[in-house]
């Protein structure tokens, strides 16, 4: 079966109405955006509340961020997955950055179409240093409690440009602070360094009736 807004409803079904109205509008604001400025592929345009939106939210089955958890999603792109898990979190803080100042824009441009508060003075922060000289994660400041991605990168490349990020102190979740990233496919080779202390989760067992998801996973990573 394919998703539609009723299984986002199944499957989160404590969402407000604000909230629902704010994923309800965001196919047709990336479909607008994605005809100016490519964030989404093409082909998978048609699909984005499946294959971008949905998948997105999938970290939010997989744990519950308390009120003011510090989340930064690298390489966020057009704003994936950290749009949709600040409309489910709203009493958290996102932190959205990304290397091309394109795709933060409309990342911007989407988050106040939906006036998602949660994200735009972080947001700001992340235009000013992803348009300036230095707009790598690595020369990023700051201290989150969970850095969130989705395939932006191999989970090694990732510890070493942002795992400074992670805050090692503070905690404020049942899950320790730490990195949790959207991948697919065979994933050995990449988590072999992490093998003793990831965590691998099949997106199918939180997704049941989804087929899209049969090969796609959550990988969490504790950096104490």
């Known amino acids: 079966m394919s998703a539609d807004l009723t299984t986002i409803e199944r499957y989160f079904p404590a969402l407000t109405a604000e909230q629902l109205d704010q994923l309800s509008r965001l196919p047709d604001l990336y479909k607008e955006w994605n005809a100016k400025i490519n964030v989404v592929s093409r ?14 939210m999938v970290i939010g089955r997989y744990t519950s961020f308390r009120p003011g958890t510090r989340i930064i999603d690298v390489g966020t792109g057009g704003g994936l997955p950290g749009i949709p898990l600040a409309i489910l979190f709203p009493e958290c803080h996102f932190t959205l950055i990304d ?57 090694s490349d990732l510890v070493r440009t942002s795992g400074h990020l992670v805050d090692r102190r503070e905690q404020l979740n049942a899950l320790p602070n730490g990195i949790i990233t959207l991948k697919g496919g065979d994933l050995s080779e990449e988590l072999r360094p992490f093998r003793k202390s990831v965590e691998v989760t099949e997106i199918r067992s939180l997704y049941p009736e989804l087929e899209y998801y049969d090969t796609k996973k959550i990988i969490y990573l504790p950096l104490h």
Do not use: C
């Open 43 to 56: 082909r998978d345009i048609d699909q984005i509340l499946e294959h971008h939106i949905l998948h997105s």
């Open 99 to 155: 290397g091309t100042g394109k795709k933060i824009r409309v990342t911007r441009a989407i988050a106040d179409a939906i006036g998602l508060t949660n994200v735009e003075a972080d947001l700001r922060i992340g235009l000013t240093k992803v348009g300036a000289v230095h707009p790598r994660s690595e020369e990023w400041q700051g201290r989150y409690h969970f850095i969130v991605s989705r395939a932006a990168m191999d989970l």
